[in-house]
């Protein structure tokens, strides 16, 4: 077997975006270039490494089991290049993945205190949705992701091995109203009053709803602002031009104008905050910010969250 380092970063692109398309514009490549490498892998490899489905593009067992392998080669590509030009790191790089609403309360201060604690680690973050997350972890381009699942928070993707995941805390969703208008005054509100409210939704174009509209909420809602920025989102939500739903634990965070109310009607709605990572015996770096994430919960516990026991 002949591997080239491309194609292996071809394999690795691949597993992490989901389709041919996706990793050709991440690589910087024609599609049909992604496309021929993908095929000399297959041809090189004697097996099946895609499964080529009409929702996009998922590696098989033989699949993974060379990207397992091709996450090692390509690392180690990388440090020889380090060395050889005399640019060998001197510290622990840790890279870094969180859903949108997490990196505004918990990133900060997970920084601040590594900045004490472990100086030679340094983290560099990105941001996606869960599903994206697990990909890129699966894929090697992130150590850790820090992750959201929903009851009854089942696993969060049924591949094997599976991924060691810890939870961090349990965060009830409310609303964000105005402080002044319609529910001025009000710490809660009843899900009926909440129909015909003007909602700030945020475009899902994954198998993931994202924060917007009140999960599940009856009828048809009315939409009158799309975004997928939270600082848009909460402006406009300051300016009276609608409401949107957020997890409790924005309470700190929130721009002068914006309440937070509780939803009552229907059982709370409640979203587990997870750090996931490879199984295996993790690099020291890596669970010296693990252990950070976790002491993030705890720490912020009593500020508008609800810890797990």
Same mark, same amino acid.
Not at 32 to 51: D, I, K, M, T, Y
Not at 80 to 107: D, F, N, Y
Not at 182 to 202: C, K, M, N, Q, Y
Not at 250 to 266: E, F, I, Q, Y
């Given at each position: ?17 989901? $389709?041919?398309? #996706?990793? #050709? ?76 609403? =997490?990196? =505004? ?45 929903? !009851? ?24 964000? =109203? !105005? ?29 993931? !709803? ?88 705890? $720490? ?10």
């Amino acid at each position: 077997m002949d591997f080239s380092s491309t194609a292996l970063r071809v394999l690795r692109q691949v597993a992490e975006s989901g $389709s041919f398309t #996706a990793a #050709a514009s991440q690589l910087g490549y024609t599609q049909s270039a992604v496309s021929r490498q993908a095929a000399a892998l297959e041809r090189s490899a004697g097996a099946v490494l895609f499964e080529r489905r009409f929702d996009g593009v998922q590696l098989t067992p033989a699949g993974l089991t060379l990207l397992r392998h091709a996450r090692t080669i390509l690392d180690s590509v990388s440090a020889a290049e380090h060395e050889l030009t005399g640019t060998a790191a001197r510290t622990e790089p840790v890279r870094l993945g969180m859903v949108p609403s =997490a990196g =505004a309360v918990i990133l900060p201060g997970v920084l601040t205190r590594l900045a004490t604690a472990g100086p030679h680690i340094t983290v560099t973050t990105r941001e996606g949705t869960t599903p994206g997350l697990i990909r890129a972890l699966r894929a090697g381009s992130i150590d850790i992701a820090v992750l959201t699942s929903r !009851p009854p928070h089942r696993p969060s993707d049924g591949e094997s091995p599976r991924l060691h995941i810890e939870t961090v805390e349990d965060t009830e969703l409310q609303v964000a =109203a !105005p402080t002044t208008g319609l529910f001025s005054g009000r710490t809660a509100v009843h899900v009926d009053e909440l129909v015909d409210a003007p909602w700030i939704d945020t475009p899902s174009p994954s198998a993931e !709803p994202l924060l917007g509209v009140w999960p599940g909420l009856p009828g048809r809602p009315r939409v009158v602002h799309t975004t997928s920025d939270w600082l848009t989102k909460l402006q406009l939500v300051a300016g009276g031009f609608g409401v949107t739903t957020v997890p409790s634990r924005m309470a700190t965070v929130l721009p002068h104008g914006v309440s937070l109310l509780r939803v009552d009607g229907v059982p709370p709605e409640v979203r587990r905050i997870l750090v996931a990572r490879l199984p295996g015996r993790p690099a020291p770096a890596v669970s010296d910010v693990v252990r950070a994430l976790g002491r993030s919960g705890r $720490s912020d516990s009593g500020r508008g969250r609800r810890r797990v026991r």
